[in-house]
């Protein structure tokens, strides 16, 4: 039985307010952009719910909000903007990567954004009344941000009140390290030291940053433990063992760079066929869940005129006809969109054009619709910071790569760049449905529990969804032109180095999957033997799961597998930290405040360093010389410095909050 909502359904109190809408908008607008670095840099994102409600906190001190459920708005509005941010960075890079763009045109990035965020608010309407009744599952972030509101906005709770300035003054902690690394370069981004025994190397590479450290101590012990250590494996036993199958061994005078050339060339890959197996693991344990929504949404629009009954406040979404309507004009949008990509393979196409978008679109349909399911109930299962973006996206790129494989004459002179970039375009809307119907999902909750009206939050994800899309073309854009992004930069005279750029880790991960299915060079020994290793993943969970115990998350080991040492190192700590900090105090892993500060701080003083390197050369003249002055030796030990201070707060913090 559902619990009684805070305001009952039967008071109509100011939700959707001008004040609301322009506050959120600005909160949309900034973490949008913020995230869309944050994404570009590391690759993880994490849920903005709470800290968003800890910024409202500061903003309302002065302002005074009218109740509870004005401020549900803002932070509604403020978190759409947050997640088109990660999608853009996942995805639209990888059109610059596969060399299909050179730059981010600003309506063909925003329309695609516009299109699938706003697809995804609209395809989750009818999955909120039967997740909700139907499915018993825990919605932990919606749940937390539900209880903070009623502690902090109701019952004006002093105590909970203190969390936004943990998030203020993390945020400028993490702001001042982000802006010695990468303003000044003062300040090293990465400490490392590696050796070899024989074939294995053995060494580490922790990132000194303040937004991994952060995400660690977010996604907790266990999560961040999982990554680590598929890393570790990936690192000293696929390596070694991998590299002398293909007579690849490591230098001894660069053992850390030939030991991350053999993972890259003949290990990474794994960790691509471990999360597509976690992903149609999904997929086969979401096919009750999906009919019964699409059903639901069926019986909806087919008892429009027949129910007469009044709903209550609280159960009233957005209109049916509506969701109907606008989901078709949008699906227009999308096949305008992809009319860019499609044109230059329009004469290899073995149907014409028109079937071949009709087709294409149909595959759309069912894609999004499977990707809004599986993204509104990983939001009950687990939350949005455990986004189930990549492993679905992987999934996207296989199945979107299979249906143009049929529909193209591939033996032409058709350029596989043209089709990756149509896989490309289609994962990105896609992406933002399923990202936007995670953070429906849970945005909906904390509005259940603290009695908000279902169709004026649903009303509020549009316009945090259209901020988003509208600053992310534009921050891309800036991010590209200041740091460059993978192999590529504008600016660059000669070869890149792409530790220098901003790596899009997720963004090079789907372009080059796609690229080379079509090239047909796709390494299928990797995508087997990670495949495999899914299946044993499997196995094992159903043992433990038989004997109460917990399961292992297989998406996070395939990112584990995926990602290097510099990105996994710091979130293990961070992870590591709270756990020790939850030693001595219970609640300690869920004092995320002053982790979410670092994590904003670092991103929101990165796009600024970036804009100050777009619009001032002397500025980025003054850069590539502040850190030259400082002694190598003493650079290092501030770099060590930072990580013990971060380490220090993240604990002492979570030890002493609500102790």
């Avoid at 998030?167 to 001042?176: D, K, S, T």
Wanted: aromatic fraction near 8%; charge should be positive.
């Amino acid at each position: 039985m559902l619990k009684k909502p805070l305001i009952s359904a039967d008071k109509s109190l100011e939700e959707l307010t001008p004040r609301a809408i322009l506050i959120g908008s600005f909160l949309a607008l900034t973490l949008g952009a913020a995230t869309t670095y944050l994404a570009l840099r590391v690759g993880v994102t994490v849920s903005a719910s709470i800290p968003s409600i800890a910024i409202c906190l500061a903003i309302f001190k002065i302002l005074r909000p009218s109740n509870v459920l004005e401020v549900n708005i803002v932070q509604t509005i403020a978190s759409a903007g947050y997640v088109v941010g990660s999608v853009a960075a996942f995805m639209l890079p990888g059109l610059v990567m596969v060399g299909f763009w050179k730059s981010f045109d600003y309506m063909e990035s925003f329309l695609p954004l516009i299109v699938g965020s706003t697809l995804g608010v609209l395809m989750s309407v009818p999955l909120r009344k039967y997740y909700f009744e139907n499915l018993h599952l825990r919605y932990p972030e919606g749940v937390a941000a539900g209880t903070l509101l009623e502690k902090v906005i109701h019952n004006q709770d002093s105590k909970e009140q203190k969390k936004g300035k943990g998030l203020f003054f993390g945020a400028g902690v993490g702001g001042v390290l982000q802006f010695l690394q990468e303003g000044l370069r003062i300040i090293p981004s990465s400490v490392s030291g590696w050796t070899s025994v024989g074939s294995v190397p053995l060494g580490l590479t922790v990132g000194v940053t303040p937004s991994l450290i952060g995400v660690g101590y977010i996604i907790g012990a266990r999560a961040g433990f999982t990554v680590f250590i598929a890393t570790v494996l990936a690192m000293f036993v696929g390596v070694p063992i991998l590299g002398g199958m293909f007579d690849a061994s490591i230098d001894p005078t660069n053992i850390e760079g030939s030991a991350m050339g053999i993972w890259a060339k003949h290990v990474r890959f794994i960790g691509v066929g471990i999360m597509l197996m976690g992903g149609l693991e999904l997929c086969f344990k979401l096919i009750k869940p999906l009919m019964k929504s699409m059903q639901i949404a069926m019986q909806a629009a087919k008892t429009l005129t027949a129910n007469k009954e009044e709903v209550l406040r609280t159960e009233k979404d957005l209109n049916i006809r509506t969701v109907i309507r606008g989901s078709v004009l949008l699906l227009a949008l999308a096949a305008f969109g992809l009319y860019i990509p499609l044109a230059p393979v329009a004469p290899h196409l073995i149907y014409g054009l028109i079937p071949t978008m009709a087709i294409i679109i149909t595959a759309f349909v069912v894609m999004s619709a499977v990707s809004a399911s599986i993204g509104g109930y990983m939001a009950g299962v687990v939350g949005s910071s455990y986004n189930p973006l990549s492993g679905v996206s992987i999934i996207n790129v296989c199945m979107f790569s299979a249906v143009l494989s049929l529909l193209v004459d591939t033996s032409s002179l058709c350029s596989q760049t043209s089709l990756t970039a149509i896989v490309l375009f289609l994962i990105t809307y896609a992406g933002g449905v399923c990202s936007i119907s995670c953070d429906n999902i849970q945005d909906l909750k904390a509005g259940q529990m603290v009695g908000s009206t279902p169709w004026k939050q649903q009303v509020g994800l549009v316009i945090g969804a259209v901020c988003g899309a509208l600053i992310v073309p534009y921050i891309l854009q800036i991010l590209l032109e200041a740091y460059g992004i993978g192999n590529y930069h504008p600016n660059a005279i000669g070869e890149v180095d792409p530790t220098k750029t901003l790596q899009a880790p997720k963004a090079a991960l789907l372009s080059s999957l796609a690229k080379m299915i079509f090239a047909g060079d796709l390494d299928w020994l990797q995508i087997k033997i990670g495949l495999g290793i899914g299946l044993l993943v499997i196995a094992y969970n159903m043992m433990v799961q038989s004997a109460g115990k917990r399961a292992i998350d297989m998406l996070s080991v395939g990112v584990g597998v995926y990602m290097p040492f510099e990105i996994t190192a710091p979130m293990f700590l961070g992870g590591f930290l709270s756990y020790l900090a939850s030693r001595k105090n219970k609640t300690a892993s869920e004092q995320v405040v002053l982790a979410s500060g670092l994590v904003a701080g670092e991103a929101i003083i990165g796009v600024l360093v970036a804009g100050l390197m777009v619009s001032s050369p002397s500025f980025g003249e003054w850069r590539s010389t502040a850190g030259a002055i400082l002694n190598p030796t003493l650079a290092l030990a501030m770099s060590w410095g930072s990580l013990l201070l971060m380490g220090s707060l993240l604990y002492r913090h979570g030890t002493k909050m609500n102790k």
